[in-house]
């Protein structure tokens, strides 16, 4: 059967060796670990989660800009297609 092993062991980095570390702990003791948190951090975490229930596509707007395509009658917005060309160095200013 195996023993209890009292202290902590750890790996010297330096020496390569193993050392023991006498580690005591207070069983008596009546504390409890607790955290504080910003308000922001508590905002932050509730708004990821809400992010995570998003869906990546909108699978209603990529659907009824498809069914415009394939009909022939989808016209994209040219100045925002200019803007974007310009942006990306596609197309000097003209």
Known sequence: MISKIGGQYNLDALNGKKSRK???YDNNAN???EADFSSFAVHLSKYNAELKNIPDVREDLVANLKTQVESGNYVPPLDKLASSLIIAGMLDNV
Do not use: R
């Open 22 to 24: 006498n580690v005591y």
């Open 31 to 33: 504390k409890s670990d």
